[in-house]
């Protein structure tokens, strides 16, 4: 198992959580990167300080349905 040639190796396993979320620096930076046609933010608190980065994010109210495909 991999615990098996851990511990062989001399390696130690660490248990850490992570949240999953990214950091705002990073999704920047992404969107920079990747330069999407439309951006619409989601799962977040503060949808709105996506617009001081990117005037024309779509800010949706929750629960809103939209078609991305034709």
Same mark, same amino acid.
């Given at each position: ?5 851990? =511990? ?17 620096? =990073?999704l ?9 046609r ?23 109210? =929750?629960k ?7």
């Amino acid at each position: 198992t991999f615990v098996t040639q851990l =511990d062989a190796a001399g390696g130690q396993l660490l248990r850490r959580h992570a949240s999953g979320h990214a950091h705002p620096d =990073d999704l920047r930076r992404f969107v920079e990167e990747t330069q999407p046609r439309s951006l619409i933010p989601v799962h977040t608190t503060s949808p709105e300080k996506w617009r001081r980065w990117w005037p024309e994010a779509a800010i949706l109210p =929750d629960k809103s349905v939209i078609r991305i495909f034709r």
